[in-house]
């Protein structure tokens, strides 16, 4: 059985990538007051999926450049591994299911909008160094960076495109499409507005309450 989880709000507690986007632009008086505009525009127009995925990229792109490739990897790995022995940090009911599955022979896949060195190592963090990963890639310039595959929207749709998906975990209507491609979803945590237009959508659903 193939089984594919998101990373945040199902085995990370809250979004990773954007604790470290907060890292960098709070680290940089420069950074903070380009990152101000996408930052608010993004918490106005949260209702707004596509919108959402632009202001993220955007956030990323900011708060990465200047960095190399090699620095940010550090930082990424620093990050990730912090975040993963904070229990604040790690939704244990997800970390299980996740531990179950691969116990039961599973394949098991995460999917995030994260960026790979991050989820990676957040992953690792938690003992889970041979899982799966399709993760966003970052492209460093000389002076800017920015997403050459953000693994957010219809691009994590796109990406698992061709894989039988058996059983999907999210908890964000930014996986709507991948959740089209499995034949069952269990979606975590969401608001009354978000079951919603999971169930009017997809057919087998089931809601799961984790701490």
């Not at 990424?76 to 531990?99: C, K, Q, S, T, Y």
């Not at 999917?111 to 890639?137: N, Q, W």
């Not at 269990?186 to 608001?191: A, D, F, M, R, W």
Request: with cysteine.
């Amino acid at each position: 059985m193939r089984v594919v989880f998101d990373l945040d709000g199902v085995i990370a507690s809250h979004d990773t990538m954007a604790a470290l986007v907060q890292r960098q632009l709070l680290s940089n008086p420069v950074r903070a007051v380009f990152g101000a505009f996408p930052a608010v525009a993004w918490t106005v127009l949260r209702n707004f999926p596509n919108t959402r995925v632009w202001m993220s990229r955007a956030l990323g792109s900011i708060a990465l450049s200047g960095l190399t490739r090699d620095r940010y990897r550090g930082l990424a790995l620093e990050v990730g591994l912090n975040l993963a022995a904070d229990p604040a940090w790690v939704l244990l009911e997800g970390l299980a299911a996740i531990r179950g599955h691969l116990e039961a022979g599973d394949d098991v896949v995460v999917t995030t909008g994260t960026e790979e060195f991050l989820s990676r190592a957040f992953l690792d963090g938690l003992c889970l160094p041979g899982v799966a990963l399709i993760a966003t890639s970052a492209h460093f310039g000389r002076v800017f960076a920015y997403y050459d595959n953000h693994n957010l929207g219809p691009r994590k749709a796109h990406n698992l495109a061709g894989r039988e998906i058996d059983l999907f975990y999210t908890d964000s209507d930014l996986d709507l499409d991948v959740a089209r491609l499995s034949a069952r979803t269990v979606l975590v945590n969401p608001s009354a507005r978000l079951e919603r237009r999971f169930r009017a959508d997809i057919a087998d659903l089931t809601v799961v309450r984790w701490a």
